[in-house]
């Protein structure tokens, strides 16, 4: 585990009609080689990156990890159509303008990682580049809306995004177990568990239940004091804003509609987990091909063995070789 004392600070600013929370921490050395923007996805904060962030600052990089909107410590809208694909690329050029910052490298995961392709498309002239940690693409079959899909799929078996689809239930049974929810689906989402076992309960089974035990913290990639702090994050927000992402997918997906089969001339990048499930059991059988369809200057892709959904947290110091090795290549092309 990389070991760095944190130089980071909090702020806090009124951005695209909310109250947004982002962490900061400036470049070291004399000459700042470019800015470097995380963005986090379910159920992650900008403290997933609290190991990139010191290493990314001390290779001269200056770098921002919002908390997107919904979680954290950032406003959360109560309506899932205040998470469109609209609002959410405008919280990202809003917090670039608010930070003086024209042109920025993205590295996004989950949420996060559609969020920095969205903005790539249509904004292009404030993204650098873009880094995706384990999504390729956005949900994106042309004939069905996502919501739609997956509760086909949910009248099968368990399936997560139905049973966030409507509230409240989700809402309330997760606040109500914030630590073992946060605990079991960490472990679950890692390289180190099996998420497809929670398939084998019915449908209508609680999030909390289709998950197995974990084994007793500390783990290797993550302490009892850190899995505190999402706790504590969590307990205050509630997991509404989290779910709305989930909520408003298909507004999202018919937002990305005019956009189909446009290409995107943002140079981009691509990490994966040799165990993530989102790699595979959600994005087809050639995902990094998804993705090359919509950016065609994807420059590299590589894979992380053994690690799962966690990479950041999992895989840090591995993780970190990577992303210094390509943002030095992003600053000298």
């Known amino acids: 585990m990389t070991k760095h004392s944190p130089g980071w600070r909090h702020n806090y600013a009124f951005i695209n009609n909310i109250q947004a929370h982002y962490v900061e921490q400036a470049a070291t050395g004399l000459q700042e080689k470019a800015t470097v923007v995380f963005c986090h996805g379910f159920p992650m904060?900008?403290?997933s990156w609290h190991r990139q962030i010191p290493v990314i600052a001390d290779a001269g990089y200056r770098v921002?990890?919002?908390?997107?909107?919904?979680?954290?410590?950032?406003?959360?809208?109560?309506?899932?159509?205040?998470?469109?694909?609209?609002?959410?690329?405008?919280?990202?050029?809003?917090?670039?303008?608010?930070c003086g910052?024209?042109?920025?490298?993205?590295?996004?995961?989950?949420?996060?990682?559609?969020?920095?392709?969205?903005?790539?498309?249509?904004?292009?002239?404030?993204?650098?580049?873009?880094?995706?940690l384990e999504n390729p693409a956005a949900p994106h079959n042309p004939d069905k809306p996502p919501l739609t899909e997956y509760r086909e799929?949910?009248?099968q078996h368990f399936l997560h995004i139905e049973y966030f689809r409507e509230p409240p239930r989700a809402d309330?049974?997760?606040?109500?177990?914030?630590?073992?929810?946060?605990?079991?689906?960490?472990?679950?989402?890692?390289?180190?568990?099996?998420?497809?076992?929670?398939?084998?309960?019915?449908?209508?089974?609680?999030?909390?239940?289709?998950?197995?035990?974990?084994?007793p913290l500390p783990w290797p990639w993550l302490s009892e004091l850190e899995l505190e702090f999402f706790v504590s994050e969590y307990s205050q927000s509630g997991f509404t804003g989290g779910l709305n992402w989930y909520r408003s997918m298909d507004i999202k997906w018919a937002q990305r509609?005019?956009?189909?089969?446009?290409?995107?001339?943002?140079?981009?990048?691509?990490?994966?987990?040799?165990?993530?499930?989102?790699?595979?059991?959600?994005?087809?059988?050639d995902p990094i091909g998804l993705m090359r369809a919509i950016f065609?200057?994807?420059?590299?892709?590589?894979?992380?063995?053994?690690?799962?959904?966690?990479?950041?947290?999992?895989?840090?110091?591995?993780?970190?070789?990577?992303?210094?090795?390509?943002?030095?290549?992003i600053s000298t092309a």
């Not at 997107?68 to 809003?94: C, F, K, N, W």
């Not at 998420?195 to 998950?211: E, I, N």
Request: charged share 25%; with cysteine; proline share 7%.
């Open 45 to 47: 904060l900008w403290f």
């Open 64 to 98: 921002i990890a919002p908390s997107m909107r919904g979680m954290g410590q950032s406003e959360a809208p109560e309506e899932p159509e205040a998470y469109s694909v609209d609002e959410i690329t405008a919280d990202l050029v809003g917090l670039l303008d608010h």
């Open 101 to 132: 910052v024209e042109r920025a490298v993205f590295v996004g995961i989950d949420f996060g990682a559609f969020a920095i392709q969205d903005l790539a498309l249509r904004y292009p002239e404030r993204v650098e580049a873009i880094i995706c």
């Open 153 to 155: 799929m949910g009248e």
């Open 172 to 215: 309330a049974e997760l606040a109500a177990a914030p630590r073992e929810f946060l605990r079991k689906v960490m472990w679950i989402l890692s390289g180190s568990a099996n998420y497809f076992d929670v398939f084998k309960h019915p449908p209508g089974t609680s999030y909390l239940d289709a998950m197995p035990e974990t084994p």
């Open 257 to 285: 509609k005019p956009f189909e089969g446009v290409q995107s001339q943002v140079p981009a990048w691509f990490i994966g987990s040799e165990r993530d499930v989102d790699l595979e059991g959600f994005h087809g059988e």
């Open 296 to 329: 065609p200057h994807l420059m590299d892709v590589k894979m992380i063995p053994k690690s799962g959904h966690m990479i950041a947290l999992e895989a840090a110091d591995e993780l970190n070789v990577v992303l210094l090795d390509y943002l030095a290549r």
